[in-house]
């Protein structure tokens, strides 16, 4: 009789590896929320570029990333260096996202036509960049352990990171770039250093990240789609993902013209921005022990019920006024908070579960196509705003000649950044009403592969 194999020891992560992999999340963070809260504003009101163009020039680079992205996670799958697989990609784009980044906001002495086609230009090389780094790290989490808890505990850094990130970039990039272009030109260069330091550092920090299993490359980008379209779990939290995203990109655009046009005051967008994302720094262990508490399917829709119903609040800002909406918007973060750390938790089960069942280690793959879906959906959100606002009557200014803008226009900002995002929200709960991958599926999994090893192992013939 063949005795049951023993359940492997959890690989846990150091805590140097911890920081050092969460540092970089500063990064993903920072250029998550800089372009996101201003690139459309500053077209619009600075370089004075039509809304419905601006929303295309926020778009298109990231429509890059369904090509970009996959690629950059196959190859990375692929890479065998004294570095590793993935950390010479993410040295790659430390190399090249901050000076592409400055360039973007460099205001150059165009307005118009003219000005959408410098930005798109540096900023579709932006977001070449930011894949080089980005998927492969998101790729690592799944390759470091292969608990369910440990990699939430390795997450829960992350996401300190991203709170820093967004409360840094989010509050201080607005007070820097101000309403002018050469104060665009000097946040461009402030914050492609921080850019700078953030990826160097987790270049550094996970030099010495425990690797448990290599992934596997597939052979080609349509194989990679092919791959991700079998494995149905995934399919069901790219949805869920999709719609919190398009749901907070919606919202982080129209930021500046909430704080603007409804709130009356532009300064109001850094003490919005607070109110979203002062939650990420605090509430952290709340949320890691509501995943273990109620399993992540539960937490995660508290989380988008919390965003949702803050978000419909905001809407009823104009008479009740800025108490009220602050009050809204820190519900916002909260439930903000919990979806971010609990997508990219989810996002490594799925990458784990899916090595169990198949047999194959694929998290370059489904990295390179969340990543893509995620930047593409996000931007997406800006590009709705942008055209929202363009048929609506918004009127494109520059520092120098401001406009009144009609109300038809600042009614659309309004609902814009509040009742969209609330909508797709709630088309991200009834998704995560259909995720069924838990810690006991998992377990499961595992001793399905156990077994499996132990079956191998016996000999064979009579």
Request: hydrophobic share 55%; net charge positive.
């Amino acid at each position: 009789m063949v005795s049951p194999a023993p359940s492997p020891a959890v690989v846990t992560v150091s805590r140097g590896v911890r920081v050092g992999y969460g540092v970089g999340s500063i990064c993903t963070a920072t250029f998550s929320t800089v372009p996101g809260l201003l690139l459309l504003f500053y077209m619009t009101n600075v370089l004075a570029v039509p809304a419905w163009i601006a929303g295309v020039v926020v778009f298109l680079p990231k429509l890059w990333d369904m090509f970009i992205n996959p690629w950059v996670g196959q190859r990375s799958d692929r890479t065998v260096s004294r570095f590793g697989a993935r950390r010479p990609w993410m040295l790659l784009g430390a190399l090249t996202l901050p000076v592409t980044f400055a360039l973007t906001f460099a205001g150059p002495p165009l307005t118009g036509v003219s000005a959408a086609l410098y930005v798109a230009f540096f900023y579709f090389l932006t977001a070449t960049a930011y894949a080089f780094y980005e998927v492969p790290y998101k790729a690592m989490p799944a390759e470091m352990t292969d608990d369910y808890h440990e990699r939430s505990s390795l997450l829960q850094w992350k996401m300190v990171f991203v709170g820093l990130g967004i409360l840094l970039s989010g509050a201080v990039a607005p007070v820097i770039a101000g309403t002018e272009a050469s104060g665009y030109r000097t946040m461009g260069l402030v914050v492609g250093a921080a850019l700078l330091l953030s990826m160097l550092a987790a270049f550094f920090g996970t030099a010495r990240a425990p690797v448990i299993a290599r992934a596997e490359a597939e052979p080609s980008i349509r194989a990679q789609f092919a791959a991700a379209r079998s494995n149905p779990t995934f399919m069901v939290l790219l949805g869920l993902s999709c719609a919190q995203m398009f749901a907070a990109g919606t919202m982080l655009a129209g930021a500046p013209y909430f704080a603007t046009y409804t709130l009356g005051d532009p300064e109001a967008t850094t003490t919005l921005f607070l109110g979203i994302v002062g939650p990420l720094l605090i509430t952290m262990p709340l949320w890691i022990w509501l995943s273990k508490r109620y399993d992540k399917r539960g937490a995660m829709i508290l989380a988008s019920a919390l965003f949702m119903t803050g978000a419909v609040g905001m809407a009823f800002s104009g008479p009740l006024g800025w108490a009220y909406a602050h009050a809204c918007v820190l519900l916002v973060g909260i439930g903000y908070a919990g979806f971010q750390l609990l997508q990219f938790s989810m996002l490594s089960d799925v990458i784990v579960h899916d090595a169990l069942v198949t047999g194959k280690r694929r998290a370059g793959v489904f990295t390179g196509l969340w990543t893509a879906a995620e930047t593409v959906v996000f931007a997406f959100g800006a590009l709705v705003l942008g055209w929202l606002l363009g048929a609506t009557g918004f009127v494109e200014s520059d520092p120098s000649t401001p406009v009144a803008q009609p109300a038809s226009a600042t009614t659309a900002a309004l609902y814009g950044a509040t009742l969209l995002p609330a909508f797709m929200m709630g088309v991200g709960i009834l998704l995560t009403m259909r995720y069924t991958l838990t810690a006991a599926k998992i377990k499961e999994a595992q001793a399905g592969a156990a077994e499996a090893e132990v079956d191998t192992a016996k000999p064979q013939g009579g």
